[in-house]
């Protein structure tokens, strides 16, 4: 393999920016991203951080037992902070869990080659942040064992649940979100789980392999499906990406507490949520690509396009915190504008602060080609971006709890020791199933990378003779 | 056969017989499986292996499924043959019954549910109480299941019986008998009770020899010397307070921690009513140390060190009643330094008031004042003309002064003079003066007996230790404060055999009669002179013997002793004075706690969390400094701090609390007990190490000094209330005037519906169609509630009502400080401070409010539109109901609530126990829920329950009910009288709603409340009180610009400062020199925003 690198992030309207670098046939492809999956071992920090994230893990369950079996007043919550960080890490996940699903179908409705190389973990990444986050508003409640009856499931009590609740919206905006996501994440699989399955050189893999790739031989009719499918699974999962969202806002937006009733929740819950995604986006394939010898897929185009993703979305997010401040002051009310002058200036003035800087000012480096394209910058911002997205959802299911109408019932919220420990736990779990996903499954979409190889256009050169290989 | 229309499926089947009919295939299958088939299967043989396979694995089952391996509990079933009559199982029943607290019994009514006491209420037949009920009797129930409780007869520690004391006893007395009583003394509580006062009588004519001392450590020393002084010899003031149109308070806690609260309280709620024609109402100046409940509800209030009162009250007295009186304080710079500025302008009103109000006006003084100020108000009231009209006396012949005696009493032990000592109830070893050395002192008696519900600091120190009986449990007696005699019974056999007083005392003087009923029977038998067996059993149902109040005196108050006092007072004023120590010495101020009592009900848990309603704290005493003390001495809340008072000295943490005078340090009495019971263990500092026996109400001359510890208190309620630093604070200040509505009484002359406008509510149309099922005017009742915010003092009794009724747990001081603490209804207080350029400030406290905040019961509630899983709905009535069983605990409800009135049981707060501090953490794991049989909270904690109403789990939202249990039971009723009526005019009813009637429903926070601030009803009779109450022009809604509608209504409050309205007249400074004005915190009648 060449170890020629080609800096593509040259803006040159007579040329295409080539999106697969050092690469000039579908077999070194499949061979650099199989790689991956076939190595004899892992690198050395893949052992290390799973080591790590799956303690981490293990303490997450055996925190959530200590949960059940005790009572979740072992949390911080509080009269009047009946919310605390369970539902801040259930909102962050989901918000994570929104970039995957925009690479894949929206990206991919509008065409935009690049998404290929960074779809098939973007994708994974929803999927875990999704459980991440479905675990949270699950052991929330007081009695987990009666969780289920959150689900319109036929009972003898002939009781549905209740409509108007947006938690219920919330079931079924996550849970459909969830199914979809999976299904989209499996479906373009297929084609290189079947790769893989072709590769084994294990009967478990094999027989793994074969099983999930449902017998995929590469005919033209299974080809002629497959984009069917994924098509119209694309056309299904956007309006999801906007919709779990903006239904999780209304968690916020429907209720009347000062700092939560705000009609600019749901578009500023989306782009704050597809800010956040693409930080995670970020923060994760840096080292990756590092580790597994990915930059050529990976690129630094890749790079730099999300990075433009959350200069723009981090705007967006800037331009809410405006609005917001400047509808509570435009509403004259006295309770909405306490809500948000006390946020900046109050009790926890510390923590909107953190997030003002996190979300607003560091993405604003991303300007600068320089540092759009350097990887310690970026790396740097997507890190603030991952800790600012936290702490919004901290201000605003925290700072508006604590202090709403009557100033007697006014608290200051502590958490406790689970209730680090739960969110250190759920990072743990993410990063767990990311790293068992990096090793046994495709991390890149190998047919999808190969079809915007210009070997793959047949007006082009004639080098598109493994075409069909799958 | 074939039947002949076969093939003619489509027109009609004609059959030509019956028995053609029956020919029919359809017919012939339906008998085949009707009868045949059945029968010929039972005709089948059955083969020998099948029935003996069935008949083996019938066999199998029955021994290993079910009756082999279970052991069911063995249990016996009793014919409930001797039912008593007109008793119904299940039926809770109540009786009437009293409890003595500091020498006054308050009559009480007692429910019971097949034997449980339960709950506890006024008893409305009592002319004190009239159905109210303060904290201490509401909580008293919880007493009499306190698992801490002593439980047997101690003999030097040791578990013993009452018959092996007895037989000790009679040995003992015996001897003791012969000496006619030498060497022997009794201590006991102030008590009231004939019966006991009889059985003093016949001890001190068995034991000739032997003297009976009383101790209480809150007690009225003051006052009765102040008596004497006056009328030469002790008497009791009785005051009305309803009749009074000008009071001046002199220290004085009339609202509070007067024994005579409950009545006071209705008589000055009752004499601030200004809601008729004329729109009159009292006005109160309160002068005093502690914020107390009085001065909160006070027109004008100003906080004075205690030792000042003297010159404030030789003041008042020189103009009022004689130059003579103010001469001494003439020439003392120290003196006039105290009435410089707003001080002496509102005691100017005061004075101009009180004159212009004579035979109308009342100045009453603290307990804790000294004699002389007594003397001088009694001189005034008599001058102003107020005796026997706002004022009167009831003669108190017996009355001993407990300093005195519990001295003499230390002095005789000291000098071993005492052989035997019998302590009857109380606990001197931890409330005694600290100069006595108390706790040394038992040991150094021959033999000593301790009569007591806790085997607490006294009784370890005792020979013996006597369990008594809860006064459920016993026969007894007691007057009120006006001398109404009321008789106490037992609701339930002694749960540990304890004794009480009455029946100690027949042993140790050798009565015949030892049972508690037969004394109290003797007792009351010669007080109405004649065995009349029918008054006897009326007195029993009504718990109180008609017109047997002591009759009331007017004495003469001799006024020689006028020069004399006011010399004395100076004398001891100036050598207290702070001022002569150099200006570095602090007054210390010792209270009766407003739960605590004088910390005997610091085991109770439900009075150990209902919090201060001053302080809100909860849990602990502590310091209380106003916020420039804390500025000067560079402290914050929690700072530990060093008080040196004399030669004795103690570490105790700091609350700050406004409105307290500069160098004046409020030391509340009741905590830091030696006791280990569960719940007052740690719980806050013993300041009677303090307290001597000079000083038992207040000291000057103490130093205070930080010692850099740190110690948590724990309040209810956040402090930002009263920080007006933060913009939270003053943000506080300014959403005020529309939460808490209120108006000078002259702005309520001129705008009558002046909370209407507090807040501008734009309009309250919907862009959708509002589909409330429930609203008013719809269903078959609507109830509603409304608070009288003019009558509510904020005494919190209706918090431990509603805690008693509703099974609500407690939950300890650590989860307190998460906010999570369970009371259904809370009694919210803000203070209001002084505007200072564009801020306010902390250190003048302009007024208070106090807002008990229930459930709203929003027609359009907030709540029930977010909980996913319909737990919280409206229910026929328009109530907002919670259905525990439904609730999965989202807590979506409560974050939805804008008045924070709901509660979440976070842990299992019943099972779990108040532990003070949470133990173990991760060990502590509570797996009840998953295990086959629930390990059941304390036993004697499940006999207090309210079968009417749910034990709540953890993880299950609560709130407030109405008191939905009684509200059913009323519902029942009227339906049963319905159901009961002659058809005819049944008929006449039917289409009208089955009516029942205004006032048979009472919650239980409405049943207590002394000022009768909480009316309940229904909305849909216009007639009813409620309906009336929200008609009112005073009615409002609090935040009705969020469109909730709620159920449950405020009346706003109404002060009435001097001078109203018209500041002009008084001169530039007049409205700021009223710093009690209420509105002084906002601008006039308008919104804030």
Known sequence: MSTLTVDNTFEDPTRRAPLVLNHDDFTSVTEEICYVNESPRPPRAWYVSIAISSILASLFGLLILYLILTGVGVWGNMNPVMWGFPIVNFVFWVGIGHAGTLISAILFLFRQKWRTAINRFAEAMTIFAVVCAGTFPGIHVGRVWLAYWLFPIPNQMEMWPQFRSPLLWDVFAVGTYFTVSLLFWYVGMVPDLATLRDRANTKIKAIAYGLFALGWRGSMRHWHRYERAYLLLAALATPLVLSVHSVVSFDFAVSQLPGWHTTIFPPYFVAGAIFGGFAMVVTLAVPARELWGLKNFITMRHLENMNKIILLTGSLVGYAYMMEFFIAWYSGALYEMFAFVNRATGQYAWAYWLMAFCNVAAPQLFWFKRLRTSIPAMFFVAMCVNVGMWFERFVIVITSLSQDFLGSSWGYYTPSWVDIGMLVGSFGLFLTLFLLFIRYLPVIAMAEVKAVMPQADPHGHDGHAEGGEA | ?1089
């Open chain 2, 1 to 1089: 056969m074939p039947p002949l229309n076969d093939g003619n499926t489509s027109g009609r089947a004609y059959w030509r017989s019956l028995d053609h009919l029956a020919d029919t295939p359809e017919f012939r299958a339906f008998m085949h499986r009707e009868f045949p088939a059945g029968a010929s299967e039972l005709l089948d043989s059955t083969d020998r292996r099948h029935f003996l396979k069935i008949m083996g694995a019938s066999m199998a089952l029955a021994g290993l499924g079910l009756t082999g391996c279970r052991r069911w509990p063995k249990e016996e079933i009793v014919p409930y043959a001797g039912r008593p009559e007109g008793r119904d199982p299940g039926i809770p029943v109540s009786y009437a019954t009293c409890m003595e607290l500091g020498g006054v019994a308050c009559g009480l009514l007692a429910t019971a549910n097949d034997g449980r006491p339960t709950k506890i209420e006024g008893n409305d037949r009592h002319p004190v109480g009239r159905g109210a009920a303060d904290s201490f009797a509401q909580a008293g129930v919880l007493d009499l299941y306190d698992p801490d409780r002593s439980r047997s007869v101690r003999r030097e520690g040791k578990r013993a019986d009452w018959p092996t004391f007895a037989d000790w006893a009679q040995g003992h007395f015996g001897q003791e008998r012969e000496r006619r009583g030498h060497g022997m003394a009794v201590l006991a509580e102030a008590s009231s009770s004939p019966s006991l006062l009889a059985m003093r009588r016949r001890f001190l004519e068995i034991y000739p020899n032997a003297s009976w001392h009383e101790y209480e450590p809150l007690n009225n020393d003051n006052e009765v010397a102040g008596a004497e002084l006056a009328f030469g010899s002790p008497h009791r003031a009785q005051i009305d307070p309803a009749r009074a149109k000008v009071i001046v308070s002199l220290d004085a806690d009339f609202l509070g921690a007067h024994r005579n609260a409950v009545r006071n309280i209705r008589d000055f709620a009752a004499g601030r009513r200004a809601d008729d024609a004329t729109k009159t109402m009292n006005r109160l100046y309160a002068f005093e140390s502690e914020f107390t409940l009085t001065g909160a509800n006070a027109d004008h209030r100003h906080p004075v060190r205690s030792g000042d009162i003297a010159v404030i009250a030789a003041w008042l007295a020189g103009r009022i009643v004689d130059e003579q009186a103010w001469r001494p304080f003439e020439e003392d710079p120290a003196a006039g330094a105290v009435l410089t500025g707003e001080l002496r302008a509102t005691l100017e009103h005061a004075l101009t008031d009180l004159q212009a109000h004579r035979g109308e006006c009342l100045i009453v003084t603290g307990a804790g004042q000294p004699a002389e100020v007594h003397l001088l108000a009694h001189l005034m009231n008599e001058a102003l003309g107020n005796v026997g009209r706002t004022i009167a006396f009831t003669p108190q012949p017996e009355q001993a002064k407990h300093s005195e005696s519990i001295r003499a009493l230390a002095d005789r032990l000291a000098d071993g003079k005492i052989g035997t000592l019998v302590i009857l109830g109380g606990n001197p070893a931890y409330n005694a003066p600290a100069d006595l050395d108390f706790p040394a002192l038992p040991g150094k008696a021959g033999v000593t007996i301790h009569l007591g519900d806790y085997y607490d600091e006294t009784a370890t120190r005792c020979t013996w230790h006597v369990n008594r009986a809860h006064y459920l449990e016993t026969w007894g007696d007691g007057r009120a404060w006006d001398g109404t005699c009321s008789l106490g019974q037992p609701i339930i056999e002694p749960l540990f055999g304890g004794k009480s007083a009455l029946e100690l005392l027949a042993v140790l003087v050798g009565d015949d009669t030892t049972d508690g009923q037969a004394i109290v029977r003797r007792t009351f038998f010669d007080l109405i002179g004649g065995e009349d067996e029918a008054r006897w059993r009326r007195a029993l149902h009504d718990g109180v013997l008609a017109n047997s109040a002591w009759r009331t005196v007017t004495p003469a108050a001799d006024r020689s002793g006028l020069a004399a006092a006011a010399e004395a007072l100076h004398e001891a004023s100036s050598a207290r004075s702070i001022r002569t120590s150099g200006g570095r010495g602090w007054e210390v101020v010792f209270r009766p706690h407003p739960t605590l009592y004088d910390g005997r009900f610091a085991n109770n848990g439900w009075l150990q969390e209902v919090p201060d309603p001053m302080t809100k704290l909860t849990w602990d005493t502590a310091v209380l400094l106003s916020p420039a003390a804390a500025g000067e001495l560079g402290i914050e809340r929690g700072d530990v701090l060093k008080i040196t008072l004399g030669e004795r000295s103690l570490e105790a943490a700091a609350m700050i609390q406004p409105g307290l005078p500069e160098r004046c340090a409020v030391l509340p009495l009741g905590g830091g007990r030696g006791f280990e019971g569960r719940i007052c263990t740690g719980a806050g500092f013993d300041f009677y190490r303090l307290r001597t026996s000079e000083a038992m109400s207040f000291a000057g001359g103490a130093t205070i000094t930080k010692t850099g510890g740190r110690y948590e208190l724990v309040t209810t309620q956040d402090h930002h209330t009263i920080d007006v630093e933060t913009i939270a604070g003053r943000s506080i200040q300014q959403r005020l005037p529309s939460q808490f509505r209120e108006a000078d009484l002259e702005e309520y002359r001129h705008h009558p519906n002046f909370a209407k406008h507090r807040t501008h509510v734009t309009h309250r149309l919907s862009l959708f169609e509002e589909n409330l099922p429930h609203q008013a005017g719809e269903g078959d009742y609507a109830w509603g509630m409304s608070i009288d915010l003019n009558a509510c003092v904020g005494c919190g009794a209706c918090i431990v009502a509603c805690q008693a009724e509703n099974n609500i747990p407690i939950v300890g001081k650590d989860q307190v400080k998460r906010g999570r603490e369970m009371h259904w209804l809370r009694v919210d207080r803000y203070f209001q401070f002084a505007p200072r350029n564009d801020r306010y400030d902390p250190n003048r406290v302009t007024a208070v409010a106090l807002q008990p905040v229930p459930c709203m019961h929003c027609e359009n509630a907030p709540c029930e539109q977010v909980c996913p899983v319909a737990a919280t709905v409206h229910d026929a009535d328009g109530l907002n109901v919670m259905v525990y069983n439904r609730c999965i605990g989202t807590r979506y409800c409560s974050n939805n609530c804008p008045y924070k009135v709901r509660r979440f049981n976070y842990f299992d707060y019943h099972r779990r126990g108040p532990a003070r501090t949470q133990p173990g953490k991760l060990l502590q794991v509570e797996t009840d829920y998953f295990r086959k049989k629930p390990a059941t909270p304390d036993e004697l904690k499940q006999l207090q329950f309210n079968p009417e109403v749910t034990v709540r789990m953890r993880g299950v939202m609560e709130k407030c009910t109405y008191c939905i249990q009684r509200i059913a039971q009323a519902r029942i009723d009227a339906k049963n009288a319905y159901a009961n009526l002659p058809q005819a005019e049944k008929e006449k009813r039917k289409d009208r709603r089955i009516a029942i009637p205004d006032g048979a429903i009472t919650p239980a926070c409405a049943q207590t409340c002394p000022a009768q601030a909480i009316v309940f009803g229904d909305l849909e009779d216009a007639d009813s009180r409620v309906a009336r109450a929200r008609k009112h022009e005073r009615s409002y809604e609090m935040l009705e610009e969020l469109n909730v509608k709620a159920r449950t209504t405020y009346m706003a409050k109404l002060r009435n400062p001097a001078a109203p309205g018209s500041g002009e007249s008084q001169g530039d400074g007049a409205r700021d020199e009223s710093p009690a004005r209420g509105d002084a915190g906002h601008s006039g009648g308008d919104a804030p925003h």
